[in-house]
């Protein structure tokens, strides 16, 4: 198989055999990126010197023997992670040319671990957007339609991962940033519970919700990454010191027993008849594996969108205030004064929907409305983490689709928030609990895409990847992909 | 604003004043609130921020449990309840010296709150004042605009340095009341070493709430807010000041508005920053990149067991064990470092305490606040004052004689002993030497001593001061009077 077409445990094996070279590797996908990157547009930035100087590093170090898990294996990061070096925009006009002084948690952990980085991947302007439609370096191209939107935040990742310019990215999922454009573009995303990987580092669109996670081609790629990534970090408050178990190892499990609980809601109006046919027989695969099947009940699923779009615009008005343009970051030109800096600075800087959401934010903060929403909102957070948890007290695992539909039209949807928002109907109330969930391939209605969504409860990142391994192993929806990037 | 201080003729008296104060207390730690950055003063700009001060994207903060342990001990101190669980909020505001945009402070259910101390009301009677909460929270940065040409600069050194908020119930009723209240919370933090308390470094500072309304009323009149007072002495002038300005506006049949008013210490005066309409809408919520503070009774237990001996039980102490005026056990326990003081220099001398307390809150604060010292920099030990007032009181040197030997111990001339001896400064308390110069007084003075003996009393003194003139002041004084007296009436 060309190298390229591998998964990362594919290319470990290789390189441990000697089949092939990191350097080998690095030089064959930079030149993918090289070839195909112009119509994707994943990337924001390439390292291809970098990724070369790491790759022969990596060579010299397996020759000695004491190499990282992740030695001289090619990646890519989201660029909402800081480095050391090379800009970190975050989608974003305001972070052009920002060059972090440090580098994030998860960057430092695969650097050691001996990963080599291609480049930093595309993404929605601070995260914000289901379309990557938002990024100031201009929309992605899904590779299953170039008309069609890989999704987004995490859409840069997603596609890199789809249009094999890369086996593995980072990513990031405030609401549905990773499991979105991984249905979207036939990859397997991972988000994990709140908490289980550092967010030292990844700036910050709203913090109780963000986590970050993986986009891979496999269960077992995207359970070695998270290996690497996860475990305490005293820098993170908010990270929690829980045992990292071995993901690797657990993927052998059997479903035998795996109870999992399916949601009504979740095939009411809204969810494309292709896509609720593909997820019921996607569920039918689980119960042949010895899976039970029985319908759970989640009374406020319907606050799901509407409390997170109080929640997460409260937080990002607050995270980016600090862009003021007076220690880092764009600047407008010759200001007159003070409040002249700063509106001309973030009005420059940032573009409409991060305006919409600072916005928003602002006015549910504000004196007066507070109550009405940030402290509603607050309480049906709590409501839907209830929800969840009485829900695992009879299920292993929450399975439903990931999203409505398959890909949309890059175009469609810039016109109207709601119907945008609406995309992450399925994937937000797992950030709002803080419980990991994960999309696998389940689906490909008319050439495009669709994801199976899966939640689990808090630390359950072990079952959710033995469920997406057993699935994989009984359909070949992850092996397909777009025809011109095989 | 003269108009303002013409203000006796006015009817003061039918005004009461209403005042709290917001204390700002920098906790004495080694590294800031949420980073490792130091937190000493002085470092050339912006030598002491690191990225999580500079608000860097990405950075979170990492409470520091030493603040969490000092405010402990502040509530502890105050008989406040001392919070299981207290949340940290974000104050958002844009301003060049606040790097986040966003200030880390507590909102809703703040670590500290319903305290109470004790200070003295103008008829010296203890009056109790209500402590209404104390939060923890991040120092801003410093914006200079002095010596840069069409530019300000930012300092960020001090962003991230902790502080405690001390917040007063409206009990106050003067600005002397005031004062004492705030020179209270400066004892305290001190006593319980979670503060330096200096205020020139701007450690301890205050905004003061000042309303005024009409003797008898329920309701409160508007206040005004008055910013940073950094010193005892402008928290009393600006207080004074405003209460002066809003009883004029009131009494001219106008409106106080509400609003910030600066202080300006050049023209003693305060004037407006900005009105209410213009106020920030801070926009409070949970910061969700901190955890709440939980605190058990192991930690209280452990916390209070740490606890020093508080300057209100210490003045009481100093009062019944030492028998000290209960005003100098005020003035002596107001640091906890000159009561040190007083109670080593006590343990070193066989004299009435009260004596002790007499030179040291005379000729050694006088010679500290001469050269500028601290207690704790005091260039005679106690040991040393010890001695000196032993040697007064076992009589081998005169009280005069003593503050010679005083100023040559804080010459550095070593102990009093040392002094007296190598000065010749012994007493002279043998009759029979102090009669010959008597005798040789009365023989030169004759017109004085026919005066004194029609009946002019007063004329002992005189003699008594030539005799000390001929010993060279070393006469035992009581001795002296006593055999002038019975001279002189023979």
Same mark, same amino acid.
């Given at each position: 198989?060309?190298?390229?077409?591998?998964?990362?445990?594919?290319?470990?094996?290789?390189?441990?055999?000697?089949?092939?070279?990191? +350097?080998?590797?690095?030089?064959?996908?930079?030149?993918?990126?090289?070839?195909?990157?112009?119509?994707?547009?994943?990337?924001?930035?390439?390292?291809?010197?970098?990724?070369?100087?790491?790759?022969?590093?990596?060579?010299?170090?397996?020759?000695?023997?004491?190499?990282?898990?992740?030695?001289?294996?090619?990646?890519?990061?989201?660029?909402?992670?800081?480095?050391?070096?090379?800009?970190?925009?975050?989608?974003?006009?305001?972070?052009?040319?920002?060059?972090?002084?440090?580098?994030?948690?998860?960057?430092?952990?695969?650097?050691?671990?001996?990963?080599?980085?291609?480049?930093?991947?595309?993404?929605?302007?601070?995260?914000?957007?289901?379309?990557?439609?938002?990024?100031?370096?201009?929309?992605?191209?899904?590779?299953?339609?170039?008309?069609?939107?890989?999704?987004?935040?995490?859409?840069?990742?997603?596609?890199?991962?789809?249009?094999?310019?890369?086996?593995?990215?980072?990513?990031?999922?405030?609401?549905?940033?990773?499991?979105?454009?991984?249905?979207?573009?036939?990859?397997?995303?991972?988000?994990?519970?709140?908490?289980?990987?550092?967010?030292?580092?990844?700036?910050?669109?709203?913090?109780?919700?963000?986590?970050?996670?993986?986009?891979?081609?496999?269960?077992?790629?995207?359970?070695?990454?998270?290996?690497?990534?996860?475990?305490?970090?005293?820098?993170?408050?908010?990270?929690?010191?829980?045992?990292?178990?071995?993901?690797?190892?657990?993927?052998?499990?059997?479903?035998?027993?795996?109870?999992?609980?399916?949601?009504?809601?979740?095939?009411?109006?809204?969810?494309?008849?292709?896509?609720?046919?593909?997820?019921?027989?996607?569920?039918?695969?689980?119960?042949?594996?010895?899976?039970?099947?029985?319908?759970?009940?989640?009374?406020?699923?319907?606050?799901?969108?509407?409390?997170?779009?109080?929640?997460?615009?409260?937080?990002?008005?607050?995270?980016?205030?600090?862009?003021?343009?007076?220690?880092?970051?764009?600047?407008?030109?010759?200001?007159?004064?003070?409040?002249?800096?700063?509106?001309?600075?973030?009005?420059?800087?940032?573009?409409?929907?991060?305006?919409?959401?600072?916005?928003?934010?602002?006015? +549910?903060?504000?004196?007066?409305?507070?109550?009405?929403?940030?402290?509603?909102?607050?309480?049906?957070?709590?409501?839907?983490?209830?929800?969840?948890?009485?829900?695992?007290?009879?299920?292993?695992?929450?399975?439903?689709?990931?999203?409505?539909?398959?890909?949309?039209?890059?175009?469609?949807?810039?016109?109207?928030?709601?119907?945008?928002?609406?995309?992450?109907?399925?994937?937000?109330?797992?950030?709002?609990?803080?419980?990991?969930?994960?999309?696998?391939?389940?689906?490909?209605?008319?050439?495009?895409?669709?994801?199976?969504?899966?939640?689990?409860?808090?630390?359950?990142?072990?079952?959710?990847?033995?469920?997406?391994?057993?699935?994989?192993?009984?359909?070949?929806?992850?092996?397909?992909?777009?025809?011109?990037?095989? | 604003?003269?108009?303002?201080?013409?203000?006796?003729?006015?009817?003061?008296?039918?005004?009461?004043?209403?005042?709290?104060?917001?204390?700002?207390?920098?906790?004495?730690?080694?590294?800031?609130?949420?980073?490792?950055?130091?937190?000493?003063?002085?470092?050339?700009?912006?030598?002491?921020?690191?990225?999580?001060?500079?608000?860097?994207?990405?950075?979170?903060?990492?409470?520091?449990?030493?603040?969490?342990?000092?405010?402990?001990?502040?509530?502890?101190?105050?008989?406040?309840?001392?919070?299981?669980?207290?949340?940290?909020?974000?104050?958002?505001?844009?301003?060049?010296?606040?790097?986040?945009?966003?200030?880390?402070?507590?909102?809703?259910?703040?670590?500290?709150?319903?305290?109470?101390?004790?200070?003295?009301?103008?008829?010296?009677?203890?009056?109790?004042?209500?402590?209404?909460?104390?939060?923890?929270?991040?120092?801003?940065?410093?914006?200079?605009?002095?010596?840069?040409?069409?530019?300000?600069?930012?300092?960020?050194?001090?962003?991230?340095?902790?502080?405690?908020?001390?917040?007063?119930?409206?009990?106050?009723?003067? $600005?002397?009341?005031?004062?004492?209240?705030?020179?209270?919370?400066?004892?305290?933090?001190?006593?319980?070493?979670?503060?330096?308390?200096?205020?020139?470094?701007?450690?301890?500072?205050?905004?003061?709430?000042?309303?005024?309304?009409?003797?008898?009323?329920?309701?409160?009149?508007?206040?005004?807010?008055?910013?940073?007072?950094?010193?005892?002495?402008?928290?009393?002038?600006?207080?004074?000041?405003?209460?002066?300005?809003?009883?004029?506006?009131?009494?001219?049949?106008?409106?106080?508005?509400?609003?910030?008013?600066?202080?300006?210490?050049?023209?003693?005066?305060?004037?407006?920053?900005?009105?209410?309409?213009?106020?920030?809408?801070?926009?409070?919520?949970?910061?969700?990149?901190?955890?709440?503070?939980?605190?058990?009774?192991?930690?209280?237990?452990?916390?209070?067991?740490?606890?020093?001996?508080?300057?209100?039980?210490?003045?009481?102490?100093?009062?019944?064990?030492?028998?000290?005026?209960?005003?100098?056990?005020?003035?002596?326990?107001?640091?906890?470092?000159?009561?040190?003081?007083?109670?080593?220099?006590?343990?070193?001398?066989?004299?009435?305490?009260?004596?002790?307390?007499?030179?040291?809150?005379?000729?050694?604060?006088?010679?500290?606040?001469?050269?500028?010292?601290?207690?704790?920099?005091?260039?005679? $030990?106690?040991?040393?004052?010890?001695?000196?007032?032993?040697?007064?009181?076992?009589?081998?040197?005169?009280?005069?004689?003593?503050?010679?030997?005083?100023?040559?111990?804080?010459?550095?001339?070593?102990? $009093?002993?040392?002094?007296?001896?190598?000065?010749?400064?012994?007493?002279?308390?043998?009759?029979?030497?102090?009669?010959?110069?008597?005798?040789?007084?009365?023989?030169?003075?004759?017109?004085?001593?026919?005066?004194?003996?029609?009946?002019?009393?007063?004329?002992?003194?005189?003699?008594?001061?030539?005799?000390?003139?001929?010993?060279?002041?070393?006469?035992?004084?009581?001795?002296?009077?006593?055999?002038?007296?019975?001279?002189?009436?023979?």
């Amino acid at each position: 198989m060309e190298l390229h077409a591998q998964t990362l445990t594919d290319l470990q094996a290789g390189l441990e055999r000697g089949d092939f070279s990191s +350097v080998e590797i690095t030089q064959a996908l930079l030149d993918r990126i090289a070839k195909f990157d112009t119509d994707l547009n994943a990337f924001i930035t390439v390292t291809s010197e970098r990724a070369l100087a790491a790759a022969k590093r990596a060579d010299e170090v397996r020759s000695s023997g004491d190499n990282g898990v992740l030695c001289g294996l090619p990646i890519v990061h989201k660029d909402i992670f800081c480095t050391r070096d090379v800009t970190t925009t975050c989608g974003s006009r305001m972070l052009e040319n920002f060059v972090s002084p440090y580098d994030a948690t998860v960057v430092e952990r695969f650097a050691d671990a001996g990963a080599v980085v291609l480049g930093k991947t595309n993404m929605d302007e601070f995260a914000m957007g289901s379309s990557n439609e938002t990024s100031f370096f201009g929309p992605v191209k899904n590779p299953w339609n170039l008309e069609c939107s890989p999704g987004g935040s995490s859409g840069g990742s997603a596609t890199a991962v789809a249009a094999r310019l890369a086996p593995a990215a980072t990513g990031t999922d405030t609401g549905g940033s990773i499991r979105q454009p991984a249905a979207l573009t036939n990859t397997i995303g991972i988000k994990p519970t709140y908490g289980r990987v550092s967010r030292y580092g990844m700036i910050a669109f709203a913090s109780s919700l963000d986590q970050a996670g993986v986009i891979t081609r496999s269960a077992a790629d995207a359970a070695l990454l998270l290996g690497v990534m996860a475990g305490f970090d005293s820098r993170d408050s908010t990270s929690i010191d829980h045992p990292v178990p071995d993901y690797v190892a657990g993927l052998n499990g059997s479903l035998d027993g795996l109870r999992v609980g399916i949601v009504r809601q979740h095939f009411d109006e809204g969810l494309d008849a292709a896509c609720a046919d593909a997820v019921r027989e996607s569920l039918g695969v689980l119960e042949a594996q010895g899976a039970t099947l029985s319908e759970v009940d989640l009374p406020n699923l319907d606050y799901c969108v509407p409390t997170y779009y109080v929640v997460a615009p409260a937080e990002c008005s607050s995270n980016l205030s600090r862009f003021d343009g007076v220690r880092f970051g764009h600047r407008a030109a010759d200001p007159k004064d003070l409040l002249d800096l700063y509106c001309r600075s973030r009005g420059e800087g940032f573009g409409a929907e991060v305006k919409r959401r600072i916005m928003t934010g602002t006015y +549910v903060l504000s004196a007066g409305y507070y109550d009405a929403y940030y402290l509603k909102a607050q309480k049906v957070r709590q409501l839907i983490c209830q929800d969840f948890k009485r829900a695992f007290a009879d299920v292993d695992v929450i399975a439903g689709p990931t999203t409505p539909t398959p890909a949309f039209k890059l175009g469609d949807k810039t016109d109207d928030p709601i119907t945008m928002y609406l995309n992450d109907i399925y994937t937000i109330g797992a950030n709002l609990a803080g419980l990991p969930a994960m999309s696998v391939p389940c689906g490909i209605i008319d050439g495009l895409p669709i994801g199976l969504h899966m939640v689990g409860p808090h630390w359950a990142e072990e079952t959710l990847l033995c469920t997406a391994h057993q699935f994989a192993r009984q359909t070949d929806w992850h092996m397909r992909s777009p025809e011109a990037y095989r | 604003m003269s108009a303002a201080k013409n203000n006796g003729t006015r009817g003061n008296g039918r005004w009461e004043v209403v005042i709290g104060l917001e204390v700002h207390t920098q906790l004495a730690t080694q590294s800031k609130i949420f980073s490792g950055a130091s937190t000493a003063y002085g470092a050339a700009p912006n030598t002491q921020a690191c990225l999580v001060d500079l608000g860097y994207p990405g950075v979170l903060p990492v409470l520091n449990e030493q603040v969490v342990r000092m405010a402990t001990k502040f509530g502890l101190a105050v008989n406040a309840t001392v919070a299981r669980r207290s949340i940290f909020a974000r104050k958002n505001y844009f301003y060049p010296d606040l790097p986040k945009g966003y200030q880390i402070s507590q909102y809703e259910l703040p670590i500290v709150e319903h305290g109470e101390l004790l200070i003295e009301d103008q008829s010296g009677n203890d009056k109790r004042i209500g402590i209404t909460r104390a939060h923890l929270e991040e120092d801003a940065g410093k914006s200079i605009h002095e010596g840069l040409d069409r530019s300000s600069g930012i300092d960020l050194n001090r962003a991230g340095t902790p502080l405690l908020e001390i917040v007063s119930e409206p009990d106050l009723r003067s $600005a002397k009341e005031a004062v004492a209240y705030m020179r209270k919370i400066h004892s305290i933090v001190r006593y319980l070493d979670i503060s330096d308390g200096n205020m020139q470094e701007g450690s301890f500072r205050c905004d003061a709430n000042v309303s005024v309304r009409l003797r008898g009323q329920e309701e409160l009149g508007t206040r005004t807010e008055l910013k940073n007072l950094n010193s005892f002495r402008f928290v009393e002038k600006a207080i004074n000041f405003e209460i002066e300005r809003q009883i004029e506006v009131l009494e001219d049949g106008g409106e106080v508005t509400q609003e910030t008013r600066l202080y300006d210490s050049d023209k003693d005066e305060t004037r407006s920053m900005r009105s209410k309409e213009e106020a920030n809408d801070y926009r409070y919520f949970p910061d969700p990149d901190l955890l709440p503070i939980e605190i058990d009774e192991a930690f209280i237990d452990a916390v209070r067991n740490t606890l020093p001996e508080l300057p209100d039980a210490k003045r009481q102490r100093f009062v019944s064990d030492y028998g000290v005026k209960a005003e100098d056990a005020g003035i002596l326990t107001a640091s906890r470092s000159l009561a040190d003081y007083f109670e080593a220099s006590s343990k070193f001398s066989d004299v009435k305490p009260q004596l002790v307390a007499n030179w040291i809150i005379g000729d050694l604060s006088a010679a500290l606040n001469k050269a500028g010292l601290d207690i704790r920099e005091s260039r005679i $030990a106690p040991e040393q004052l010890g001695g000196l007032l032993n040697r007064v009181v076992d009589n081998t040197i005169s009280g005069k004689i003593a503050k010679e030997v005083f100023d040559a111990m804080w010459m550095g001339e070593g102990s $009093a002993d040392d002094i007296i001896e190598s000065r010749g400064l012994k007493q002279i308390t043998d009759t029979s030497a102090i009669e010959v110069v008597i005798d040789k007084v009365i023989e030169a003075n004759p017109r004085q001593v026919a005066d004194y003996k029609s009946g002019k009393d007063k004329l002992i003194g005189y003699f008594v001061g030539q005799v000390m003139k001929e010993t060279m002041g070393k006469a035992n004084p009581a001795v002296v009077n006593e055999i002038l007296k019975q001279k002189l009436s023979e």
